[in-house]
């Protein structure tokens, strides 16, 4: 059964740093894009960053750009989100997704993508 786990989360004070991980079963790591969404207390699911599987194309959300840096490792089937100088506004639920898919290419968009994991808290405090 596929499945993606993410580890990570928790609270941090406004300037610091946090590093999410999203586990992967083999079956849906291998050839899929992968990306993180977060989503904030009555606020709809948004994207942050996402990873191709071929050549490791990142593109990111202008809020985090220069902020966080998405990687992957393809023999340990992970990917993480290391997020640097957080601000209250990450506070959310950030979300692992992944998108089987035949082509290196950065999907961004919710619908694009078919297996998420649970989610894990980070709470930002000023």
């Known amino acids: 059964q596929a499945q993606l786990v993410e580890s990570g989360g928790g609270l941090v004070q406004a300037g610091g740093s946090l590093r999410l991980s999203c586990a992967a079963s083999?079956?849906?790591?291998?050839?899929?894009?992968m990306a993180w969404f977060r989503q904030a207390p009555g606020k709809g699911r948004e994207f942050v960053a996402t990873?191709?599987?071929?050549?490791?194309?990142?593109f990111y959300a202008n809020s985090v750009k220069g902020r966080f840096t998405i990687s992957r490792d393809n023999a340990k089937n992970t990917v993480s989100l290391q997020m640097n100088s957080l601000k209250p506004e990450d506070t959310a639920n950030y979300y692992c997704?992944?998108?089987?898919?035949?082509?290196?290419?950065?999907?961004?968009?919710?619908?694009?993508?078919?297996?998420w994991g649970q989610g894990t808290q980070v709470t930002v405090s000023s």
């Open positions: 997704a992944a998108r089987e898919t035949p082509w290196d290419s950065t999907l961004s968009r919710e619908y694009e993508y078919n297996y």
């Open positions: 083999g079956r849906i790591f291998s050839r899929s894009a």
């Open positions: 990873i191709t599987w071929g050549t490791g194309t990142t």
